[in-house]
C-alpha cells in the first residue's frame, strides 16, 4: 500500500480546522497517523478534531509561549513529533498605499513568525530522534507577486529561504525540510476573492479549475514519505500549471 510507512507517525499540523490544513490532517489520518490539529480557538480546534477523528489543540502560532506549552503536550503524550506541517496563515489582502501597520503586522506574525516559533519548538526534539519532516506551505504568489498582497507575498517568498537554509542545517541530522506552494485552492481564504477576479485567473490556469485542499494534502504526503527520502530543501508547485 502506497504511504504504509506513515501509519504510527506523529504528525502536527498547524492551522488544521478548515480548508487545507483540514484536508492534510485528513489525509494523514486516512493513512494512520496520529494527527494535532491547532487553531485559535480552542472551541472550533476541538470540533474539527472531533469530525475529524484526531486530537486537537488550542495552538495560537502567534504566541509562543502557547506553541511552546503546546508542543511539550504532545511531547509527553506521544514522546515524539515525527512531521511538522506549517500550515496556519492568513491574508489581509489591500494596495501597499493603504496597508496600515496592522495588516503588515499580523501577517508576518503569523505567516511567518508563526512558522519560527513552532518550528523553533519542535525541531530541537526531531534533532533528538535524528529524524524528521517538516513541510512549510508557502503560496505562487511567494514567486509571481500580487496585487494588494506586497504582505503576503513577503512572508510566503520569506518561507523559501527559511526552508532552503533549515534544510541545509538539518540534512545531517536525518531530517528533511520542503516547501509547498499551492496556487488556487478553493478554501474559506479564496472565497474572499470577487467573482469577476476568480473568472480571469481561471482561464490563466492551465488546468483550467480551481485546486481541492486534497490535492495540497496528497503532495504533503508524498514529501513525507520513504517515496521522497532524497528530497529535500526543495518546493513542489501545486497549481494547476499557475506557475
Ligand atoms: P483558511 O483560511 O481556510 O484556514 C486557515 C487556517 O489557519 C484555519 O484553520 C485557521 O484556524 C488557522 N489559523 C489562522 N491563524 C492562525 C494562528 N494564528 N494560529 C493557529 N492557526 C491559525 O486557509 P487555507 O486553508 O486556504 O490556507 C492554508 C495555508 O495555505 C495558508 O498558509 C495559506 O497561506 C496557504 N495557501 C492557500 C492558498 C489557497 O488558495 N487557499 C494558496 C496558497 C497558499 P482558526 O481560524 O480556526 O484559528
Not at 502506497?2 to 502536527?12: Q, S, W
Not at 516547501?179 to 476573492?193: R, S, V
Not at 473568472?199 to 504533503?220: F, H, N, Q, T
Amino acid at each position: 500500500m502506497f504511504f504504509e510507512d506513515l501509519k504510527g507517525k506523529v504528525v502536527l499540523v498547524t492551522g488544521g480546522t478548515r480548508g487545507i490544513g483540514r484536508a492534510v490532517a485528513e489525509r494523514f489520518k486516512g493513512v494512520g497517523a496520529t494527527v494535532y490539529i491547532t487553531g485559535t480557538s480552542k472551541e472550533r480546534t476541538e470540533a474539527a478534531a472531533r469530525e475529524i477523528g484526531v486530537k486537537g489543540l488550542k495552538m495560537d502560532v502567534t504566541d509562543r509561549e502557547e506553541v511552546k506549552k503546546g508542543v511539550e503536550e504532545i511531547i509527553r503524550a506521544e514522546g515524539r513529533i515525527d512531521i511538522l506541517i506549517n500550515n496556519a496563515g492568513i491574508t489581509r489582502d489591500t494596495l501597499f498605499i493603504r496597508m496600515k501597520d496592522e495588516d503588515w503586522d499580523a501577517v508576518v506574525n503569523t505567516n511567518l513568525n508563526g512558522v519560527y516559533n513552532v518550528t523553533r519548538a519542535v525541531v530541537p526534539y526531531m534533532v533528538k530522534k535524528r529524524s524528521g519532516c517538516v513541510i512549510n506551505i508557502s503560496s505562487v504568489v511567494g514567486f509571481t507577486g500580487n496585487v494588494g498582497q506586497v504582505n503576503y507575498s513577503a512572508t510566503k517568498s520569506a518561507l523559501i529561504g527559511f526552508t532552503k537554509s533549515l534544510a541545509k542545517e538539518l540534512g545531517g541530522r536525518g531530517i528533511r525540510v520542503n516547501c509547498i506552494a499551492p496556487g488556487y485552492i478553493t478554501t474559506d481564504m479564496t472565497e474572499k476573492i470577487p467573482e469577476k477576479v476568480k473568472a480571469e485567473l481561471l482561464k490563466s490556469i492551465p488546468l483550467r479549475r480551481e485546486g481541492e485542499p486534497r490535492e495540497v494534502a496528497d503532495a504533503c504526503l508524498f514529501l513525507t514519505s520513504e517515496m521522497a527520502s532524497y528530497i529535500t530543501g526543495t518546493v513542489l508547485h501545486v497549481n494547476g500549471g499557475l506557475f
